[in-house]
């Protein structure tokens, strides 16, 4: 299974972006689902995460009120809707799956992961 992750890009501080992610081979319906984020130099960071049901859907302190993530499970795919944007968000951001949904707080033994989308934020 491969995760295609999609729609980072160049944006100006204040602008928005909406990433998606579809994985490939599979369509892992009753997997949860996050985003981390990576900037030069730091370590990968959760950025949000959802599980089956819409109330599951939660987002890091450092993005809350900006971001959200949300899923269409008729599309298959997973959306992270990225408003506000600052400089600080630049980074690469990948998406992941898991079948457990607390997996998705941190980087470790998290089942799938997608190659990642840049995100570049200019002041």
């Known amino acids: 299974v491969q995760l295609q992750a999609s729609g980072g890009g160049l944006v100006q501080a204040g602008g928005s972006l909406r990433l998606s992610c579809i994985p490939s081979?599979?369509?892992?319906?009753?997997?949860?689902w996050g985003w981390f984020r990576q900037a030069p130099g730091k370590e990968r960071e959760y950025v949000a995460r959802i599980g089956w049901t819409e109330s599951s859907a939660h987002v890091g302190d450092s993005v809350k009120g900006r971001f959200t993530i949300s899923r269409d499970k008729a599309k298959n795919t997973v959306y992270l809707q990225m408003n506000n944007l600052k400089p600080e968000d630049t980074a690469v951001y990948y998406c992941?799956?898991?079948?457990?949904?607390?997996?998705?707080?941190?980087?470790?033994?998290?089942?799938?992961w997608g190659k990642g989308t840049q995100v570049t934020v200019s002041s």
């Open positions: 081979g599979r369509t892992l319906g009753s997997y949860a």
């Open positions: 992941a799956a898991d079948r457990a949904y607390s997996s998705l707080v941190d980087t470790y033994g998290i089942e799938y």
